[in-house]
């Protein structure tokens, strides 16, 4: 039996080493949030914890509210939702227990948008996943093979990647002359590129970007398109006949791999989509901030969606439902089932160890990590933090030149041996020394 006896929740800011622009916000700073739970497991006391960066309009995008407000209102829900849970629920499983957890926040805060209230949800989960990974001293993908964390599907999970190809994110307020340096240090032959939901701006932007790119990788490189919502129907259609028709996007074709959320969430899983889907069959499209909720990922598909994203912060066993059983629901359509590790800007080493645990469990195609892009490593973080993570994972993080600590990228990839070998992908206690604490 599994219940939370107590929970603690630290925050602190991550300074960025250069601003990062995407949909409706430029962010110069991200607000780091820690959970501690003491969880009972079969009568023994054991801790967990879960980590999120709080990024303003992600979660929602309310041009009314500042990216303040916005904070603030994270920190309510993940407090709100993690008092829901203390001493409340008991279970005979993690999954069972988030479930659980997911009804106790629908029903009590109906009215909040679906993708806020399952951060708060996510939250609580992780920290009963860490819990029971450390109790069995086991990593997740073992324990999830074995039914120790739930049954959450009736189909098997591929086999965990030992190391994941990474895509470089082009920010809007990235310039893209900077980019053959970043690409040149790491490998990396992948990018990730963010549209402002401007036609023409977005299509002069990715003409300037392949160019970067050819120059810089040849012939070998990958790009996928990120809309964060940016467009209407009307802008998108206009925006994708310049993309197959553009002479000068002709490199840019052949490159790109999908396009993530390009509509706003309000439209994005209408009927009306399905018309639009279905003029440009050569393009997968992928959801992110629409997938908010359990039917989500079946109502895309069922539009012409090829797939979804893994992100902790939307649930570890929404991603691994997504894995296991989207390729199913996609049997005999002729769309290949895609699912895309995203990044939430992720820098410190416990939620990068915990994310990357995850999408190597659900065999994510590649994976954005854009927290090594706009961070100066660990350096927000006290020396002993950089580091304990140095010396549990050395294959993902190494030195760096001015003697500090940073993940380790190389040939454009990250190995994930020392993740996968521990329980949620670290046994090393997030150090939440000089963190401010949050009342429950």
């Not at 929970?7 to 622009?21: E, Q, S, V, W």
């Not at 106790?104 to 860490?130: C, K, N, T, W, Y």
């Not at 023409?200 to 490189?221: F, H, K, M, P």
């Not at 296991?324 to 416990?350: H, K, M, Q």
Request: net charge neutral.
């Amino acid at each position: 039996m599994i219940q939370i006896t107590s929970i603690r929740l630290f925050c602190t800011r991550i300074p960025l080493r250069i601003p990062f622009r995407f949909g409706i916000v430029e962010i110069e700073r991200l607000e780091h949030c820690v959970m501690r739970a003491q969880v009972c497991i079969g009568g023994r006391a054991q801790r967990g914890y879960s980590a999120e960066n709080l990024v303003p309009k992600w979660f929602t995008k309310d041009p009314r509210t500042t990216p303040a407000e916005d904070v603030a209102e994270l920190r309510r829900v993940v407090r709100e939702i993690a008092g829901l849970a203390i001493g409340r629920i008991r279970a005979n499983d993690a999954f069972e227990f988030s479930q659980q957890v997911a009804t106790a926040a629908e029903s009590r805060f109906a009215l909040m948008p679906p993708l806020l209230r399952q951060l708060g949800v996510s939250f609580v989960e992780r920290a009963v996943i860490d819990a029971v990974c450390r109790f069995h001293d086991r990593p997740i993908h073992a324990l999830l093979r074995e039914g120790l964390l739930g049954r959450v599907t009736g189909q098997p999970l591929p086999p965990p990647r030992g190391s994941v190809q990474v895509r470089h994110t082009v920010g809007l307020g990235d310039s893209p002359g900077e980019l053959a340096g970043a690409l040149a240090r790491t490998g990396i032959r992948r990018l990730k590129v963010k549209l402002s939901g401007d036609p023409s701006a977005d299509t002069a932007r990715l003409v300037e970007i392949a160019a970067v790119a050819n120059r810089a990788l040849g012939g070998e490189w990958r790009v996928t398109l990120d809309g964060n919502e940016n467009y209407q129907m009307d802008s998108l259609r206009a925006f994708l006949s310049r993309l197959e028709t553009d002479p000068d996007l002709a490199e840019f074709r052949r490159r790109l791999r999908w396009i993530e959320q390009p509509l706003h969430r309000d439209t994005a899983l209408s009927s009306a989509v399905a018309g639009l889907l279905a003029e440009y069959p050569k393009i997968p499209f992928i959801i992110d901030e629409s997938d908010a909720e359990k039917s989500s990922l079946r109502r895309a598909l069922s539009l012409g969606y090829a797939g979804t994203t893994h992100k902790n912060c939307k649930g570890v066993f929404k991603s691994v439902a997504a894995a296991c059983d989207g390729p199913e629901l996609l049997a005999g359509s002729g769309r290949e089932f895609v699912l895309s590790g995203e990044d939430l800007t992720i820098v410190a080493p416990w939620a990068q160890t915990a994310d990357l645990a995850t999408a190597a469990t659900v065999g994510v195609v590649d994976i954005e990590r854009n927290g090594q892009h706009y961070a100066d490593g660990l350096s927000a973080f006290a020396p002993a933090v950089g580091g304990a993570a140095l010396a549990e994972h050395p294959d993902l993080y190494r030195r760096d030149e001015r003697g500090g600590v940073e993940l380790r990228i190389e040939e454009g990839m990250v190995r994930l041996d020392s993740v996968l070998s521990a329980p949620f992908g670290s046994r090393t206690e997030p150090d939440v020394t000089g963190f401010e604490e949050i009342a429950m």
